[in-house]
């Protein structure tokens, strides 16, 4: 098994999902080698989710010789993304290669920077744009966003899926890196929600940015730096 219990969340373990993190790490990554990796990160963990959190079941089939059983995935219709813009683009485009036929959702939501943190470590949350799927019970949703800083922006995303939906049978928060201050507040907030990274890190600078991370996503995925 590739995923571990480490108490404050759930940690990717796959051999390639830490050799491309590690890669997205290096500040020598540049732009397009960034968005592929994000893109591969992503369909690594989709594909570890698959094998971590969801059922196989027992089926008769025909193959050109004669009658047998096979296993195939339960669930795999019943898959909800959310994409956190903008950072998270790429990341879901690696997920959809695992989950190819999920209902997707979209939120946008930033952190007001220029406002500083408050006396708790949060950042104000603006929410610009919500467009959801219908969640039910039997759904697996999974919540992508690569950085978990200080959870202020997973908890403002969390607030939009949950509050007018049923709860659904799996709930993950995907992150490729997490601060264990985000962590920590994500799970006192939501503890119905399954956090699952790829790694997690020393800390939060003083500016709420994850150390030793690997700067901001969104900036180097697209260019905008």
Known sequence: MTIEDRDDAYLVTHALAKHTLSQLRDVETEQVSFRKGLVKLGRICGYEIIDGRMETEYVELETPLETTMGEQVRGLDDV???????????????????????????????????????????????????????ITE????????????????????????TENSVEPENLIVLSAVSAPDGLLRVDDEFPEADLLTVSIDDKLDDDGFIVPGLGDAGDRAFRTT
Do not use: W
């Not at 939120?107 to 467009?131: C, M, W």
């Open 80 to 134: 909800v993304i959310i994409n956190v813009l903008r950072a998270a683009t790429p990341f879901v485009e690696g997920l959809l290669k695992a989950f190819p036929r999920a209902r997707q959702g979209v939120i946008s939501a930033s952190r007001d920077e220029e406002a500083g943190r408050e006396d708790d470590g949060s950042f104000p949350i603006s929410v610009d744009y919500v467009k959801l799927p219908e």
């Open 138 to 161: 039997d759904d697996t949703v999974i919540v992508a966003d690569p950085m978990l800083a200080t959870g202020s922006t997973m908890c403002a995303v969390l607030d939009h899926i």
